[in-house]
Nanobody
Framework: QVQIVESGGGLVHPGGSLNLSCVASGMGSDDIIYSMAWYRQPPGKQREWVARITNSDLTSSADSVKGRFTISRDSARKTVHLQMDNLKPEDTAVYYC???????????????WGQGTQVTVSS
């Protein structure tokens, strides 16, 4: 059973940094991770996309975080990181990890989500 677990959230002052991690486990030996991505849901708002990295190491990120957030992955450990620098109060949100997986026999894309980790940026 596929499990997605995020970690690294917390309380930080404006201008500070945090590094979020997401680990995917429970996959079969023939499963293929197609992409890993971060989303966030600010209080009272809808979930929004933050950044994504593919199995070819192609990265993309939302305009609101460009130049401040960096997504990277460790394919061997099935882990994706989100380095967040120069954090602002508007970055406060629950951050979720999404994994797109190709699984046999069809190898269609299946999507898995973690439970989220809270990031609070406040003075």
């Amino acid at each position: 059973q596929v499990q997605i677990v995020e970690s690294g959230g917390g309380l930080v002052h404006p201008g500070g940094s945090l590094n979020l991690s997401c680990v995917a486990s429970g996959m079969g030996s023939d499963d293929i991770i197609y992409s890993m991505a971060w989303y966030r849901q600010p209080p009272g708002k809808q979930r929004e996309w933050v950044a994504r990295i593919t199995n070819s190491d192609l990265t993309s990120s939302a305009d609101s975080v460009k130049g401040r957030f960096t997504i990277s992955r460790d394919s061997a450990r099935k882990t994706v990181h989100l380095q967040m620098d120069n954090l602002k109060p508007e970055d406060t949100a629950v951050y979720y990890c999404k994994v797109e997986l190709r699984e046999p026999p069809t190898y269609f894309l299946n999507t898995y989500w973690g439970q989220g980790t809270q990031v609070t940026v406040s003075s």
